[in-house]
């Protein structure tokens, strides 16, 4: 099944999995709306997705934040609820105790203990 988007979709990949390399979540969600993507290419840099979009290759499901980047041509839409969630995790170097780490983690916690 096709989409009314166009050919393709483009995911980002932290690790290959199945099908195609993409993300079971997002494959998931676009079957939960009635379709199956045709993935014909993949990347993970946001910029070069970005661009493959902006080229005519296909479209992508990307973050928020990515509206910052205006290309010519790329239009951001936000995803109608539920939108798909991603665990993300919080690094620093160890043994680093100097008072902008603390108070960025500090602050980390404080916004994690109001989900």
């Given at each position: 099944m096709g989409t009314a988007f166009g050919p393709a979709l483009h995911i980002t990949r932290p690790t290959p999995?199945?099908?195609?390399?993409?993300?079971?979540?997002i494959i998931s969600l676009c079957q939960q709306a009635g379709f199956s993507p045709n993935v014909v290419q993949e990347a993970m840099q946001m910029q070069t997705i970005v661009s493959l979009v902006a080229g005519g290759i296909g479209i992508s499901i990307v973050p928020v934040s990515l509206e910052n980047m205006q290309r010519a041509g790329v239009v951001y839409k936000p995803l109608a609820e539920p939108t798909p969630c991603a665990e993300i995790a919080v690094a620093w170097r160890q043994n680093d105790h100097s008072p902008s780490i603390q108070r960025f983690l500090e602050i980390v916690n404080q916004v994690m203990a109001l989900r």
């Open positions: 999995t199945p099908p195609q390399g993409s993300p079971p979540q």
